[in-house]
């Protein structure tokens, strides 16, 4: 190993200043002992482990621990700049600057659990990479920051924002990080494109007519028993889907700016919608995908055309 920093040293290796020292150092070690079983080490980790920071048990050529220390300490340095590797101790000193980690040890102390620890070191990616630290974390900044993600990010980043809502309730965590009692909310949903091409009144009108009697539950027979209501989540699958079908009718259709709802119930319309969620550039779908948001529009479209199948299987 001392070999292989000095060739490295001597060949201007380590920036301008430090390299005195650690030729020093290793000329120091090379005058009492062999390199021996330690001639291979270039990781500050293994350089860690055999020369353990043990201050009872001193090599004896040192005169104390705190030559011993000092020695250990220049190689360790010289080792990280030679290896491109952080140090144990390096690494400890890091998280300890780290306000982030430190939130992330309190919210473990305090048994958050593991899947809050994940979100908020999610966030903690995303506010490293912009220098926000703990304190500095608000709702305006959250608001602004989501705006720019691509959408996986997006979700992952306002789980990691309620995650750092869940630790800034907890006084002592508030205290300790200067944090305002403030709550940050719940952000906003980023409109998708759905939200900005929304439904010709026509079709808005019987679409929520239809959607109205699924809220409700529909009616069954003639005795007055109603089908239980349809899960809001689920209704919120048939509106997407709706919204996404029209997006593609107007694409495939630019003239029809307000058709009848009979129009988009058509086999040959399904099939040419299908083709535009192929290739359509942000209208495009994976097959899986797909056929769920088709299944979603197809009993709404039953209404005026019961013959209706799943694009591919039948024409009309």
């Not at 010289?78 to 939130?103: C, H, I, M, T, Y």
């Amino acid at each position: 190993m001392f070999q292989q920093l000095k060739s490295w040293g001597d060949t201007d290796g380590l920036p301008e200043g430090g390299w005195p020292r650690l030729k020093a150092a290793i000329e120091f070690h090379e005058a009492f002992a062999c390199d021996g079983d330690h001639a291979d080490i270039v990781h500050p980790h293994e350089f860690e482990d055999a020369w353990p920071h043990d201050l009872e048990d001193v090599p004896e050529h040192f005169r104390n621990p705190a030559q011993y220390q000092a020695w250990r300490n220049i190689l360790i340095s010289g080792l990280e700049v030679f290896s491109g590797q952080l140090s144990r101790k390096s690494v400890s000193q890091e998280e300890a600057n780290d306000d982030w980690l430190r939130l992330r040890d309190l919210c473990r102390e305090r048994d958050f659990g593991g899947v809050h620890e994940n979100k908020l070191l999610a966030l903690r990616r995303i506010a490293l990479r912009l220098d926000i630290a703990p304190s500095r974390v608000t709702q305006d900044w959250a608001e602004k920051v989501q705006q720019g993600l691509e959408p996986s990010q997006r979700a992952m980043f306002r789980s990691g924002v309620g995650a750092f809502e869940k630790a800034r309730s907890d006084p002592e965590i508030r205290e300790e990080f200067g944090l305002t009692e403030t709550p940050i909310g719940q952000l906003q949903f980023r409109p998708s494109p759905n939200e900005e091409q929304p439904l010709p009144p026509r079709l808005k009108a019987d679409f929520e007519e239809w959607i109205g009697v699924l809220a409700a539950g529909e009616a069954i027979g003639f005795r007055g028993r109603r089908r239980k209501p349809v899960a809001e989540a689920t209704l919120r699958q048939y509106r997407f889907a709706v919204a996404w079908y029209w997006r593609c009718f107007a694409v495939a259709f630019p003239d029809q700016f307000n058709p009848e709802t009979a129009k988009l119930a058509r086999q040959v319309v399904l099939e040419e919608i299908s083709e535009i969620a192929d290739e359509a550039k942000g209208l495009q779908l994976k097959p899986g995908m797909k056929k769920e948001y088709f299944s979603k529009v197809l009993p709404f479209l039953h209404q005026w055309n019961p013959r209706l199948v799943q694009p591919g299987k039948g024409k009309e």
